[in-house]
C-alpha cells in the first residue's frame, strides 16, 4: 500500500515525468534522473496537481494568492486555484512574474492577481538548489506580499552548499516560513523498490544508481 506521496510519485512516473537527463542538473551535478513537471500538460493531470497541491497548502492556510515562479510554476499555480474553486468555492488569486520588464501596455514584471499586503503562497515544481523560491520569495516581498510558506511538488534532498542540512531545511531557515514537499526522493526509492509493480519495472536499472547520488549528495 502507497502512502499519499508515494501515490503522487508513481502518478508522475505514469506520465512520464520520470527520466534521465541529458545534461548537468541547475548546479552542474551529474544525476541519474530527473522529474519532468514539462510533460504533464493535460486538464486531467492538471486537476490531479491541484487536488495534491491544495491538500499540502492546507498545512499553512490563510493563504490568499498562489504564486508560481516562471515557467513551470504558472501552470502548477493556475491548476490550484481552479481546483480550489471547484472544491471549496474559495476565491484565491494566482500570479507570476515576467522573465523580463515589459515596457508597454500594463507593464512591470508582476502577472495575474495583486500580491500587494496579501497572504502568497509560492508553488513549484522540483526543489534541487533552492535559487527559484529565493528569487521568488525576493519578488514577492518586493510586492508587497506576505510570504507564508512554499510549496514544491518533488523535494530531491539535495544537501544545501554549506550545510549537512537538506536545501529545503535551509530555506525554510533563509525565508522564516515552512517549505514543504508533497513527494520526496526517499518516495521514488520506495516505489521504484516494488518489485512487479508494472510502473516501476522500466527503471529498475535506474534505482541502484539513484541510490549511490543518494548516498553521496542528498540528506535521507
Known sequence: MH??????????????????????????????YMINFGVCSTGPILEVFGAAYDEKSMELGGIQVYFGPA??????????????????????????????????????????????????????DVLTEGDSLRAAAQFVESEGGVLVGCVVGFDRQERARCSQKSVREELSRELNV??????????LEVVLSHRGDPVAVPYYGMLSDIRRYKSQYCVT
Not at 501515490?7 to 541519474?32: C, D, N, T, Y
Not at 523580463?100 to 495583486?114: M, N, Q, T
Open 71 to 124: 515557467y513551470k510554476g504558472v501552470f502548477i499555480a493556475s491548476a490550484i486555484t481552479s481546483f480550489v474553486w471547484k472544491r471549496h468555492q474559495r476565491d484565491v488569486g494566482f500570479a507570476s512574474s515576467r522573465k523580463e520588464v515589459k515596457d508597454h501596455g500594463e507593464g512591470g514584471l508582476l502577472l495575474g492577481a495583486s500580491i500587494r499586503t496579501r497572504c502568497v503562497c509560492i508553488v513549484d
Open 3 to 32: 502512502s499519499s506521496s508515494q501515490r503522487f510519485v508513481r502518478f508522475l512516473i505514469e506520465q512520464g515525468a520520470l527520466i534521465r537527463p541529458e545534461g548537468p542538473l541547475h548546479g552542474g551535478k551529474r544525476s541519474p
Open 178 to 187: 515552512p517549505v514543504l514537499a508533497i513527494a520526496s526522493l526517499n518516495d
